[in-house]
């Protein structure tokens, strides 16, 4: 999964109606401008420190960096953009959204200082192993394709995913700052198979064109809460996409901009219902925060 995601990614913008998925970023800017404005606060309710750092880690196109450092700035924050990227294709089109930004292939490269970090949509990329009864499941050749070599009740597990956790955690707990987490998943541990693959916006078998289609698989965020606590990092509960973006104002924010642009109202009530609607993104995704114990926890996460 690894090979085939760092192939995939290094040769191609895989974002948008021409390529196979489309993210919440990419659909409205109200998504990084709401990214933007919860941790805008949070970093003033943490007495805006002046060494803090804007950090994205897998940042596609660069739209969210963008509508969120806006925010950002509007709130007095003067922090660099920081972002985690392997692939040159894309980290060329990250240069054009946010030109003054600095590059970096893995988290242990960022720098020593408070971050406001977000990832969306970069979990599920990460690789993750599959075991059935305790034994690993692996992929075998087949004459001309590929296949699994078991089934039954499967379990997924994702060191790779706990490494990145553990390692943003502990930057947050040293240096202080707040992480927020996006992605389709979860919110507790359980058996299930959720490998899938995506091409040109349609499901497709996940053991064809390895490198051509984009495999992912749901996050576990009870896993990734496990390892962040781990290190002495604070963890949020997890919630739906959908009461998150009401929460913080995705229904004042339509309403202004389609104030401001009236011949964009069918646009942004569309985007409004496929970032929010349960049966859209709203219940699938869940969002989580993990923040340093000096830093208060962002606003979105009430119970
Ligand atoms: N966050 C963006 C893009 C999501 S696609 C959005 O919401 O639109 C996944 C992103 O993670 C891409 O930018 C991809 O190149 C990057 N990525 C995948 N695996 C990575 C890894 N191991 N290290 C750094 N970036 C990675």
């Not at 880690?57 to 660069?62: E, K, T």
């Not at 340093?292 to 996460?301: M, N, V």
Request: glycine share 10%; charged share 25%.
């Amino acid at each position: 999964m690894e090979a085939c995601n760092n192939y995939y990614y290094a040769t191609r913008d895989p974002l948008g109606r021409d390529g196979d998925f489309t993210t919440a970023p990419e659909i409205s800017q109200m998504f990084g401008e709401l990214v933007g404005a919860a941790l805008a606060d949070c970093w003033t309710r943490a007495e805006q420190p002046t060494d803090a750092v804007y950090v994205e880690l897998g940042p596609g196109r660069g739209s969210l960096a963008a509508d969120a450092l806006r925010v950002l700035r509007s709130a007095g924050f003067a922090g660099a953009g920081h972002l985690v990227e392997t692939s040159p294709v894309l980290r060329a089109l990250q240069g054009k959204r946010v030109p003054d930004a600095q590059w970096h292939e893995a988290i242990e490269d960022l720098p020593a200082a408070p971050m406001l970090l977000v990832a969306n949509e970069f979990f599920d990329a990460l690789p993750i192993r599959q075991s059935v009864e305790g034994i690993e499941r692996r992929v075998e050749v087949i004459g001309d394709g590929l296949a699994f070599d078991r089934d039954g009740v499967i379990v997924e597990q994702s060191p790779a995913r706990e490494e990145a956790v553990s390692a943003i955690a502990t930057c947050l707990v040293q240096y202080g700052g707040a992480a927020l987490v996006i992605d389709y998943g979860h919110e507790r541990s359980a058996p299930g198979d959720t490998l899938q693959a995506v091409r040109g916006h349609r499901y497709v078998p996940t053991l064809i064109d390895a490198g051509e289609q984009d495999i992912t698989s749901h996050v576990d965020f009870e896993a990734l809460g496990r390892s962040a606590s781990g290190v002495g990092a604070k963890v949020t509960p997890t919630v739906t996409q959908g009461d998150w973006l009401n929460r913080l104002g995705i229904g004042a924010r339509a309403a202004s901009l389609a104030t401001a642009n009236p011949e964009r109202i069918p646009e942004l009530e569309k985007a409004v219902d496929r970032l929010c609607h349960e049966e859209q993104m709203g219940q699938l995704f869940k969002v989580m925060a993990i923040h340093s114990p000096d830093w208060p926890a962002p606003a979105g996460f009430e119970t």
